[in-house]
């Protein structure tokens, strides 16, 4: 891996990051599959979006272009004013390490770590110090109400419990944007509800929030809605 800083600053006039065009296809033998077609998206700093469509009208394929887990078949995506749709793979790990907070349905924790030390991952990636990596961590889990559980590992914590750490962990590193995959999908109502009020403080602290839902709470209390439809945006009001 070359050595490669990470500029988190954003440089696009508020935007968190652009999308032009961006369409995204796979070979399956002598067939081209298309997901994602002529995708045109900007996100500006501090917006609440939700993601919405039925399934396989494309909501994966589209996370995952944000979360530069995959690269596009064309187009362009600037992210914090760099194009990196075409970045190698290394340089796109360091991006995505330094600039997306990942928050998923299922929690994703490593079971043989306790809240603090599930928290740190990140920033143990980023080449924190062990002393900032468990302070940043502990203060991290205070804010999600988790600050008496901080030694107590996954299979001790309620599902609301351990995707609060996921929110906490997904904040380690400074995120340009959070990205949420159906964060309250594998939740009760009750946990659900809490995890609601947890991103609506994170968005109204001016954080950038893209989630990706079938829960209508969401699309209720998130600012805008991008609606997918056969690998197309079917609605989108233009963002402020």
Not at 20 to 47: A, F, P
Not at 54 to 83: A, Q, V
Request: with cysteine; aromatic share 4%.
């Amino acid at each position: 891996m070359r050595d490669r800083d990470v500029d988190k600053t954003n440089k696009t006039n508020g935007q968190a990051l652009r999308m032009d065009r961006l369409c995204k296809s796979y070979q399956l033998g002598s067939m081209e599959l298309k997901v994602l077609r002529d995708i045109d998206l900007t996100i500006n700093n501090g917006e609440y979006i939700a993601i919405m469509g039925p399934s396989g009208s494309g909501k994966s394929t589209l996370l995952n272009m944000i979360g530069c887990l995959d690269r596009p078949t064309s187009g362009d995506y600037w992210l914090g004013g760099e194009n990196v749709a075409l970045l190698e793979d290394d340089d796109l790990s360091l991006i995505r390490g330094a600039r997306i907070g990942f928050v998923f349905q299922s929690f994703n924790l490593i079971s043989q770590l306790n809240v603090v030390e599930n928290i740190e991952v990140p920033m143990y990636y980023q080449g924190c110090s062990e002393r900032e990596s468990e302070q940043r961590a502990k203060k991290l889990a205070d804010m999600v109400g988790l600050g008496d559980r901080l030694k107590h590992r996954p299979t001790e914590l309620s599902g609301g419990q351990q995707q609060r750490v996921a929110i906490a962990r997904s904040l380690a590193n400074d995120p340009l944007i959070i990205l949420a995959d159906e964060p309250t999908g594998n939740l009760d109502s009750e946990s659900g509800a809490e995890i609601l009020k947890i991103l609506d403080r994170l968005h109204n602290e001016g954080k950038t929030l893209i989630v990706v839902t079938h829960d209508p709470g969401i699309a209720k209390t998130a600012g805008r809605l991008v609606e997918l439809f056969d690998g197309r945006i079917k609605r989108q009001p233009k963002s402020e």
